[in-house]
T-cell receptor, first 113, second 113 residues
Framework: DAGVIQSPRHEVTEMGQEVTLRCKPI?????LFWYRQTMMRGLELLIY????????DSGMPEDRFSAKMPNASFSTLKIQPSEPRDSAVYFC???????????FGPGTRLLVL | DAKTTQPTSMDCAEGRAANLPCNHS???????VYWYRQIHSQGPQYIIH???NNETNEMASLIITEDRKSSTLILPHATLRDTAVYYC??????????????FGTGTQLKVEL
């Protein structure tokens, strides 16, 4: 099993640019989570999906952030326009509903200049 | 979900048992205790979880007090690779819609020679 796959692993962009982060969950998992981690705020849940449907997006910071899950094997987190304060590590995780274990990807390190 | 309190940091000698405490005095009867860890620059990793009884798996043991207001994660023979931030999380076990986790600041465990 390849685990949760995230791309890109590193992203450097300029303020105002659009950023798209990608995630492929573990095959068979039907819950998907997007987290953001910074030194100041720690690990925060942004949004999670169950069976491709967004269940809770209360952690999404503002309208500049959007997430989609068009099918069971792919999700995107988009930031448009990006700002320096969006610099962080973004993690994607997946799990099988009804089980207790979330499996995290390696993260995408985003730097907005 | 109940709030947890953990020491900021702990040290442990390699080969010795590492005992990581967690206080969750406001835990309710149907809330579970979960432990995850995050090795530097990696995504969090599930360790173990429990409700009332003590639990053991290939990674660790979880000891929950009888009143369930605190718990201890035990790594029986700590190695340098166990150096990480350890998160204690208390949450309801949802019957559907995913298993949302709220990460606190955790305990930085440093295993030394």
């Amino acid at each position: 099993d390849a685990g949760v796959i995230q791309s890109p692993r590193h992203e450097v962009t300029e303020m105002g640019q659009e950023v798209t982060l990608r995630c492929k969950p573990i095959s068979g998992h039907n819950s998907l989570f997007w987290y953001r981690q910074t030194m100041m705020r720690g690990l925060e849940l942004l949004i999670y999906f169950n069976n491709n449907v967004p269940i809770d997006d209360s952690g999404m910071p503002e309208d500049r952030f959007s997430a989609k899950m068009p099918n069971a094997s792919f999700s995107t987190l988009k930031i448009q326009p990006s700002e320096p304060r969006d610099s962080a590590v973004y993690f994607c995780a997946s799990s099988l509903t009804g089980t207790e274990t979330q499996y995290f990807g390696p993260g995408t390190r985003l730097l907005v200049l | 979900d109940a709030k947890t309190t953990q020491p900021t940091s702990m040290d442990c000698a390699e080969g010795r048992a590492a005992n990581l405490p967690c206080n969750h005095s406001t835990i309710s009867g149907n809330e579970y205790v979960y432990w995850y860890r995050q090795i530097h620059s990696q995504g969090p990793q599930y360790i173990i979880h429990g409700l009332k009884n003590n639990e053991t798996n290939e990674m660790a043991s979880l000891i929950i007090t009888e009143d369930r207001k605190s718990s201890t994660l035990i790594l029986p023979h700590a190695t340098l690779r166990d150096t990480a931030v350890y998160y204690c999380i208390v949450r309801l076990r949802l019957t559907g819609g995913g298993n949302k986790l709220t990460f606190g600041t955790g305990t930085q465990l440093k295993v030394e020679l």
